[in-house]
């Protein structure tokens, strides 16, 4: 019960210490923080192909153990990085429709971590769909380009998160 004698309550901003830090003098205008990121991913963008290549052959080589069977308990996690870093890269670097397959993927993956059946047509359809967005004809695609192929692997992700182990 109250006793007429409410308050309202007091809203009050706490700074933290990056503001602190980026409100002191000196360092470089935010124009220019701007322009010095941009040269430095238009320094890495002819590197950023090879790297994928890299990091799909990677997640391949352990899709295949598990397909095997001899794969780590801890592959899913090890599985989830690779996807996470070609998400986290891919529209910085121009590749829209490959970061929206990781991100497609990393669904997939955290489903099954959470207790999803772990679907092999699922991970190998998600990683097949990162191999054909890696070819030069789909670089620079947006997800909308696609349209069955986005449709298709939120389908997946759909049935995968909601089959329970």
Not at 59 to 82: C, F, M, R, Y
Not at 152 to 161: A, F, I
Request: aromatic share 6%; hydrophobic share 35%; net charge negative.
């Amino acid at each position: 019960m109250t006793d007429g004698n409410e308050s309202e309550p007091r809203v009050f901003t706490v700074e933290t210490r990056f503001q602190k830090l980026a409100r002191q003098p000196g360092g470089i205008s935010r124009e220019k923080a701007i322009e010095n990121a941009t040269a430095k991913i238009e320094e890495i963008k002819p590197t950023f192909d090879d790297w994928v290549g890299t990091e799909l052959e990677s997640l391949s080589t352990l899709i295949k153990t598990v397909q095997a069977g001899s794969a780590q308990p801890d592959w899913i996690e090890a599985a989830n990085l690779h996807s996470r870093q070609i998400r986290d890269a891919g529209t910085t670097m121009g590749s829209e429709l490959l970061t929206f397959i990781a991100s497609s993927f990393c669904e997939v993956l955290d489903a099954i971590e959470a207790g999803a059946e772990c679907n092999m047509e699922s991970i190998t359809c998600h990683l097949d769909a990162m191999f054909l967005a890696r070819q030069r004809r789909y670089h620079g695609m947006k997800p909308a380009d696609v349209p069955e192929l986005t449709k298709g692997l939120r389908r997946v992700v759909e049935v995968v998160s909601t089959t329970p182990n």
